[in-house]
């Protein structure tokens, strides 16, 4: 059987400053030991369990994060920026997900590092009604591929989107007080209980209690954005429609091609960013 986890770095326990988030963060090294313990963590249990690979996608910043050497022979490691499909490339053909670290939406009251897939960018992405997060957005795709998500652990103020994932355990590895500062367990503690959970989700999916997360098609998305001027970038494209002056929607055939497009419109924006910037 193949795993597939996608690990962030704004969800995991203790990370609470921007310094933890980037390679010259003075906190970077410390993001980096924990990100990289806890998917072993994880790793070397779904091995216990009976697979034979696990395919982890490194899936913050500029994808580098978890440190290659300490991954067992059994893991194979998902790394660089830009790539198609981001958070979940190479997860076709897994048994199984799992999302590490993950954070909440934008605008949450009281979570860590809130934001939707580009926090410079966006503001809000809404898909077939639903305002997602990065975890149902890359559930949403998974599901199209029938992967199902077994097991989210992160910023409790995550927890909310599993109503939409009601088969996925949870573990919370902060509570938030504010976007810069939480509560976290001990790393030992969190351990324990990642193995204990991703026993049970194996159960689970065994006993075939695990859904992929499927959306009616066509797919319709709405963005908004922190700025006026990526959206008049992004009406560029003949199929996508401007709303107002930050807002622009636009429908796909698949989910797949939805993710695809959004990834190209936050290129387009942060690229607009830039060039105003300079």
Same mark, same amino acid.
């Given at each position: 059987?193949?795993?597939?986890?996608?690990?962030? =770095?704004?969800?995991?326990?203790?990370?609470?400053?921007?310094?933890?988030?980037?390679?010259?963060?003075? =906190?970077?090294?410390?993001?980096?030991?924990?990100?990289?313990?806890? @998917?072993?963590?994880?790793?070397?249990?779904?091995?216990?369990?009976?697979?034979?690979?696990?395919?982890?996608?490194?899936?913050?910043?500029?994808?580098?994060?978890?440190?290659?050497?300490?991954?067992?022979?059994?893991?194979?490691?998902?790394?660089?920026?830009?790539?198609?499909?981001?958070?979940?490339?190479?997860?076709?053909?897994?048994?199984?997900?799992?999302?590490?670290?993950?954070?909440?939406?934008?605008?949450?009251?009281?979570?860590?590092?809130?934001?939707?897939?580009?926090?410079?960018?966006?503001?809000?992405? #809404?898909?077939?009604? *639903?305002?997602?997060?990065?975890?149902?957005?890359?559930?949403?795709?998974?599901? %199209?591929?029938?992967?199902?998500?077994?097991?989210?652990?992160?910023?409790?103020?995550?927890?909310?989107?599993? %109503?939409?994932?009601?088969?996925?355990?949870?573990?919370?590895?902060?509570?938030?007080?504010?976007?810069?500062?939480? *509560?976290?367990?001990?790393?030992?503690?969190?351990?324990?209980? =990642?193995?204990?959970? #991703?026993?049970?989700?194996?159960?689970?999916?065994?006993?075939?209690?695990?859904?992929?997360?499927? =959306?009616?098609?066509?797919?319709? @998305? %709405?963005?908004?954005?922190?700025?006026?001027?990526?959206?008049?970038?992004?009406?560029?494209?003949?199929?996508?429609?401007?709303?107002?002056?930050?807002?622009?929607?636009?429908?796909?055939?698949?989910?797949?091609?939805?993710?695809?497009?959004?990834?190209?419109?936050?290129?387009?924006?942060?690229?607009?960013?830039?060039?105003?910037?300079?």
């Amino acid at each position: 059987m193949r795993a597939f986890i996608s690990v962030d =770095l704004e969800g995991l326990p203790y990370i609470v400053s921007r310094e933890h988030l980037f390679v010259k963060g003075a =906190l970077y090294n410390e993001a980096r030991k924990v990100a990289t313990r806890i @998917v072993r963590t994880v790793a070397e249990e779904l091995h216990a369990q009976g697979f034979e690979e696990v395919v982890v996608a490194d899936s913050h910043g500029p994808m580098v994060n978890v440190i290659p050497e300490e991954m067992p022979d059994f893991v194979s490691l998902v790394r660089g920026f830009p790539r198609p499909l981001s958070m979940v490339a190479f997860a076709r053909g897994s048994d199984l997900a799992i999302f590490l670290g993950y954070h909440a939406k934008a605008g949450t009251s009281y979570a860590t590092f809130d934001h939707t897939y580009s926090g410079a960018t966006i503001d809000r992405i #809404t898909i077939n009604g *639903i305002e997602i997060s990065e975890c149902l957005m890359n559930a949403m795709l998974l599901g %199209e591929w029938e992967v199902p998500v077994g097991l989210v652990a992160g910023d409790e103020a995550l927890k909310k989107d599993l %109503e939409l994932l009601p088969w996925a355990e949870f573990v919370t590895l902060k509570r938030a007080s504010g976007r810069y500062s939480a *509560i976290s367990p001990s790393l030992k503690k969190i351990e324990d209980e =990642l193995r204990e959970k #991703t026993r049970i989700v194996v159960e689970k999916l065994e006993k075939k209690e695990l859904k992929p997360f499927t =959306l009616e098609r066509p797919v319709k @998305v %709405e963005v908004r954005f922190l700025n006026s001027a990526y959206a008049e970038v992004a009406e560029l494209l003949p199929f996508v429609h401007r709303k107002s002056g930050k807002e622009v929607e636009f429908t796909a055939e698949t989910m797949e091609n939805a993710y695809k497009i959004l990834e190209v419109l936050i290129f387009a924006a942060a690229g607009v960013s830039y060039i105003t910037s300079r």
